[in-house]
């Protein structure tokens, strides 16, 4: 069956570091997503990728975070300079349709621990 | 702003019961909502949907029950079996917007 792979699955780093969370989605999905959830909290949505632009963005998704699709199979989030409270596990989704409209799929995730 | 709640963060219910989780909403623009299920070290897992224009659907053990008037909705499970221990999380959307989660509520059914 087909599936959403995450790598690393665990990263440790100092704050003020550069990171890059690596996914590759179902190969025949056209909607990509990040979303986040900080230890005991909710799911929380990041950003929304599609036709290899951001479709949707939330408050949360500011100047420090970029994603990218650098060639047909990774989809890849970049935290420029890490802080403490960035640390969470990061999920990758995709689907073959709108969100709104069918399910995600989401990858295992990637625990980002920031020191 | 906890537009999708799930009050209850956990759920003790013995096999073979009936298992009930709760999920209440504030937006009234959400159409469109779905059960999550999330296995320790794994990714949430679809598990069943409901459109705004029905007020149940059913999938095998599974039943999802919405409530609109009331803005709440709930997914039953029966029979509840072990292997359904995990943490469940609701997702509402509104039009073409993303999914918003609620914080789950972990299940844990006792042989």
């Known amino acids: 069956e087909p599936e959403v792979t995450q790598t690393p699955s665990h990263q440790v780093t100092q704050m003020g570091q550069e990171v890059i969370l690596r996914c590759v989605p179902i190969s025949n999905h056209l909607y990509f997503y990040w979303y986040r959830q900080i230890l005991g909290q909710k799911v929380e949505f990041l950003v929304s990728?599609?036709?290899?632009?951001?479709?949707?963005k939330s408050e949360i998704f500011d100047d420090q975070f970029s994603v990218e699709r650098p060639d047909g199979s990774n989809f890849t989030l970049k935290i420029r300079s890490t802080k403490l409270e960035d640390s969470a596990m990061y999920f990758c989704a995709s689907s073959d349709r709108g969100a709104n409209t069918g399910e995600l799929f989401f990858g295992e995730g990637s625990r980002l621990t920031v020191l | 702003d906890q537009q999708v709640k799930q009050n209850s963060p956990s759920l003790s219910v013995q096999e073979g019961r009936i298992s009930i989780l709760n999920c209440d909403y504030t937006n009234s623009m959400f159409d469109y909502f779905l059960w999550y299920k999330k296995y320790p070290a794994e990714g949430p897992t679809f598990l069943i949907s409901i459109s705004s224009i029905k007020d149940k659907n059913e999938d095998g053990r599974f039943t999802v029950f919405l409530n609109k008037s009331a803005k709440h909705l709930s997914l039953h499970i029966v029979p509840s079996q072990p292997g359904d221990s995990a943490v469940y999380f609701c997702?509402?959307?509104?039009?073409?917007?993303?999914?918003?989660f609620g914080r789950g509520t972990s299940l844990i059914v006792h042989p």
């Open positions: 990728f599609y036709n290899n632009e951001i479709s949707e």
């Open positions: 997702a509402a959307s509104a039009g073409s917007y993303i999914p918003t």
